[in-house]
């Protein structure tokens, strides 16, 4: 990942809105929400939330699709990815110890089984 994309993804969600709905997103897995849901589950405006979503949507974060009149959103789990490894890099310089937090809590919420299986969805 470059620079520019790494802080396009990071400034899209230094947003108190924009994290929000990035969160109930990755909560929601990859069969995502409907625009008018996660507006009513955050209690927004949907012209509002038609903005945050298109900040999101620009900055690779998330996705959309048509299902009948819905927009669906859903999280670019590869997007949030690669994100997360080019921070997490080079962290340990050499000492595991370090990024061991890190690894057992990617492993606890995202077993290496349930990664695999959730890969094979996409």
């Known amino acids: 990942m470059k620079i520019p994309d790494a802080v396009r993804r990071l400034s899209a969600i230094a947003q108190e809105s924009r994290l929000e709905v990035f969160r109930l997103l990755v909560k929601a897995g990859p069969q995502g929400l409907a ?13 509002t939330m038609s903005a945050q979503l298109l900040i999101l949507s620009n900055a690779g974060l998330i996705r959309a699709r048509r299902e009948g009149r819905s927009i669906i959103y859903s999280t670019d789990f590869d997007a949030i990815g690669g994100l997360l490894l080019y921070l997490t ?4 310089g050499g000492k595991p110890e370090v990024c061991a937090p890190l ?5 606890s919420c995202c077993p290496p089984a349930a990664r695999t299986s959730r890969q094979g969805q996409r």
């Open 35 to 47: 625009a008018g849901e996660i507006a009513r589950k955050l209690k927004t405006q949907p012209n």
């Open 89 to 92: 890099e080079d962290c340990c």
């Open 103 to 107: 690894a057992r809590t990617v492993n």
